[in-house]
């Protein structure tokens, strides 16, 4: 075997034997071998001492974020390809309320035990209230001096190996997931709405370090029968405790045997004095009497996140109240799954070893995230926890519910507006547009009240509508369709929207229609267009070890041919927070600190003149758009009162492609991904926010990220702040050429234009840490250049634009000129805990018969 070079370098130029005409030496062949030997262990060392890259793969078809993706069918071969299906089914039971659009929904969500004691959920007219009183003394669980004996954990069974799939990000409920749950059964003393628990939440690690927020849920409990027992610990046996037959029982009787060998012992006896003693309890009630899962059908839940909230002695605050009733049971039952057992949240009590009882419910431990209970727990299998961080075994939590009770009636089927005149009072419920295959008929099936003749009769009125815009102030728009009655459907659209318009005529008020379960049935051809999102992926964390910089993403797909397109994208955990002020005309005089408006040239206008002067000055209204700030349409009323109105739209006048008007709308700094989170307008008034729903109120175009308004919401939009909340895009229209996509690391070439040279600006993808790593002009060639941040270009890392000051063919002092190819490279600035990967695929009729597949993908990332 031959022998290694020794691992040393040199520059060959130092050789002397190395002459001018380069001829080949044995010393020249030794050095090249050396410095071959030294650069192979030296990229050795440099692998072994970089950082891990850690990658997570994931089964396309297990982590899709259904809620937010459409169009799409799952393969037994792991790939999501277009839908093929001919009809669409979307069953509504109230548990899931992401199906509902809240914000233009004015009917609520209710949740009660029916006489069998599960949990149901119901649509009705909302409430008019008269009078509430708030109870929180009555049902709790409090010591005296305010004080806790110790805390307990919720989250990752800490005797088992901490992992985490796909499948349980996408649902924290999922029952392989190994998570302690704690519950507290308690005593309803009030009747009422309970509004909100309180508990004690501690923990002993940065709030943001849990896997999960702690989600809080109110169940229905089931009654049981137990038998009495009593440890013990001489002969380790648990015995049963005996007492006197009360006259008429019908148990087991038995007697006590007096003497002989098995003297001491109790046997049946038709004719016994005793029978074994029992106890009534109450425990969660796990599944409903259809079989259901309770985590799936609770009465109510909530989730502390600890991002916006402070650990302590906090009230969950339930969004749709349960009804509960004074003398029954229910369980407050605490999850956080996904939190790793070492910096999980805790929850607040007193020991089995304690003073301290509660003689109205008892503490409850699940170890398989749910779906069965021990009574108590157990004691902690480490021998060396502290006592406070749950040692020995709970007796019950520290609770303390709020019950409200109301007086009220429904809302009234009529109603007098500001001008005094009395008018219908319709109250509907909305649900979100449903995205599908091109459809050709609507059915609504439902379990209710308020459709029948003996309902109406009764003062109960509901109908189902349909409409393909969504125009919620356009009544032509929606269609009513009877109950189990098909309607055909022209024009083969692929988003519908659905809603239940409700209204009575009780005598005072007192009764409502109701929805128990609807199912939306669509006939559909095969999908044109297809979104698939997945779950957003959070890195394992533990003490020592951490993701710290993503590393690559992959996100392979194939098209069947040229026809059908796709690409993908990279969205950004992190939320958000986009603000615009809407002024009017009047408020001008208010932004003369800019200098595009001068105060003495608006001074003392009126409105009618200032309208004029924005008309006659549009490079204001620019000025303001580019610091979010948008003047409101301003109306000339028509003199005559059977006249028009006229509308000059301001910095909402746009055109389209063939310069016909066309309403604009408002331009986000940031690339939204679907669907917007919140929209909402913050009043300068004294009005209360108002809150918008897509499609329904506005509509987001994605590829030039600006939201429209309807001309209805526009014109009677409240002055004020307007908050459009949304998870940001770091990177669309990915392309499988350029998979696995690495993000640390991105390298981007310009050739200089005309265009270049007028904006004296490249942009570059996505946002970049600073600084710069390098900037080339025409790099690897004879004339290359390296250039300086901050003396040769600049940098605005908001905009992601790299400033060229001097960027001119006849300025000597240009480094950058016409035809000149620029290369940049960067780290891209993705400091989320998260990222989810979104796909969206299109294919034309004439390629109905093709596909895209989508196939399993990973994500890297170092620590």
């Known amino acids: 075997m031959a022998e290694k070079c020794n691992p040393k370098y040199k520059n060959l130029q130092l050789i002397s034997s190395f002459s001018e005409q380069r001829y080949a030496t044995v010393q020249l062949m030794e050095q090249i071998c050396q410095n071959e030997e030294y650069l192979k262990q030296f990229c050795e060392t440099l692998d072994y001492l970089s950082p891990p890259a850690v990658r997570k793969r994931f089964d396309i078809t297990e982590a899709i974020d259904e809620n937010k993706s ?29 199906v509902i659009d809240s914000d233009v929904s004015d009917c609520v969500i209710k949740s009660t035990t029916n006489n069998v004691g599960d949990t149901v959920r119901y649509a009705c007219l909302p409430y008019v209230q008269t009078g509430c009183t708030t109870d929180i003394t009555s049902t709790r669980n409090l010591a005296e001096n305010g004080q806790i004996n110790t805390y307990w954990y919720v989250g990752y069974n800490k005797s088992k190996t901490y ?18 749950v704690r519950a507290q059964v308690f005593k309803c003393n009030k009747t009422g709405n309970l509004d909100a628990v309180s508990l004690v939440i501690a923990t002993d690690s940065n709030y943001s370090s849990w896997g999960s927020p702690i989600y809080v849920q109110i169940w229905s409990t089931e009654e049981v029968e137990v038998t ?92 749709n109240p349960p009804e509960v009733e004074k003398d029954k049971y229910y369980a407050i039952v605490v999850f956080s799954p996904l939190s790793h057992w070492g910096q999980a949240p805790r929850i607040g009590g007193w020991g089995r070893n304690c003073s301290h009882t509660y003689n109205n419910g008892d503490a409850w431990l699940s170890e398989n995230n749910g779906r069965s209970f021990i009574r108590y727990g157990k004691n902690d299998p480490d021998t060396k926890l502290a006592y406070k961080m749950g040692k020995y075994t709970p007796q019950d939590f520290a609770f303390q519910c709020h019950i409200t ?38 059915e609504i099936n439902a379990t209710d009240s308020g459709t029948t003749t003996l309902d109406h009769e009764a003062g109960r009125h509901l109908e189902y509508q349909y409409s393909l815009t969504g125009n919620t102030q356009n009544e032509s728009d929606w269609v009513t369709i009877g109950k189990a009655n098909r309607s055909a459907i022209s024009g083969k659209p692929t988003m519908i929207f659905v809603r239940a318009k409700m209204w009575q005529t009780t005598a005072n008020n007192t009764d409502t229609p109701s929805i128990d379960y609807l199912e939306i049935t669509l006939e559909t051809d095969v999908s044109k267009e297809m979104y698939v999102r997945t779950q957003t992926y959070y890195p394992k964390s533990t003490p020592m070890l951490g993701a710290n910089v993503w590393g690559r993403v992959n996100t392979p797909f194939t098209c069947d041919t040229d026809e059908v397109t796709c690409m993908s994208e990279i969205i950004q955990e992190k939320v958000i927070k986009e603000h615009f002020e809407l002024i009017s005309v009047d408020d001008l005089i208010n932004y003369t600190y800019l200098d595009a408006i001068e105060e003495s040239k608006i001074k003392n206008l009126t409105s009618d003149q200032l309208c004029q002067y924005l008309i006659d000055n549009p490079n204001i209204l620019k000025v303001l758009k580019e610091n979010n700030i948008y003047v409101k349409p301003y109306i000339y009323e028509a003199e005559a009162d059977d006249g028009d109105d006229t509308i000059e739209y301001l910095s909402f006048e746009d055109t389209d492609d063939e310069g016909n008007f066309k309403l604009g709308g408002f331009k986000c700094g940031n690339s939204p991904a679907y669907p917007i989170i919140s929209c909402q307008t913050y009043p300068t008034g004294g009005e209360i926010k108002q809150a918008y729903g897509e499609w329904f109120d506005y509509k987001v175009d994605y590829d030039t990220d600006i939201v429209t308004f309807t001309e209805h919401n526009l014109l009677n939009m409240p002055v004020g702040g307007l908050e459009i909340e949304y998870n940001p895009l770091f990177i669309t229209n990915l392309q499988p050429e350029e998979m696995p996509l690495v993000l640390d690391y991105f390298k981007e070439e310009f050739l200089i234009s005309d265009q270049e040279i007028e904006n004296k600006y490249v942009t570059i993808r996505v946002a970049a840490v600073d600084p710069i790593r390098h900037v080339y002009v025409n790099k690897d060639m004879d004339d290359e250049m390296e250039l300086i941040e901050d003396e040769h270009f600049t940098v605005d890392y908001i905009n992601n634009r790299i400033h060229f000051p001097i960027i001119n063919e006849e300025d000597e002092k240009a480094k950058i000129k016409l035809n000149d190819t620029v290369t940049i490279i960067y780290t891209p600035n993705l400091e989320d805990t998260g990222i989810s990967i979104g796909y969206f695929a299109r294919r034309p009729d004439s390629a109905l018969n093709r596909q895209c597949k989508i196939y399993p993908n990973y994500i890297e990332y170092k620590v």
């Open 70 to 98: 459409y169009g799409f069918q799952l393969n037994s071969n792991k790939t999501v390809t277009f839908s093929d299906k001919d009809k669409t089914e979307v069953p509504i039971d109230f548990f899931d309320e992401s």
């Open 163 to 180: 992992t985490l799939y796909p499948e349980w990000m996408r649902n924290w409920k999922d029952h392989k997931i190994p998570s302690i």
């Open 228 to 319: 009495v027992t009593k440890w013990n610990k001489k002969t380790k046996t648990s015995d049963y405790v005996y007492i006197t037959a009360p006259s008429g029982t019908t148990k087991q009787r038995y007697k006590k045997i007096t003497s002989g060998k098995n003297k001491g012992k109790w046997k049946k006896a038709n004719n016994g004095t005793h029978i074994r003693k029992t106890e009534k309890i109450y425990k969660p009630a796990v599944k409903n009497s259809k079989g259901q899962t309770s985590i799936y059908h609770p009465l109510a839940e909530t989730s502390f996140d600890p991002k916006f909230s402070t650990p302590g002695f906090h009230a969950f605050e339930f969004d």
């Open 405 to 442: 009770s109301y007086t009220y009636g429904y809302s009234p089927s009529t109603t007098t507006n500001a001008d005094g005149d009395t008018i219908d009072n319709y109250s509907y419920l909305y649900f979100k547009p449903i995205f599908t295959n091109p459809i050709n008929s609507i």
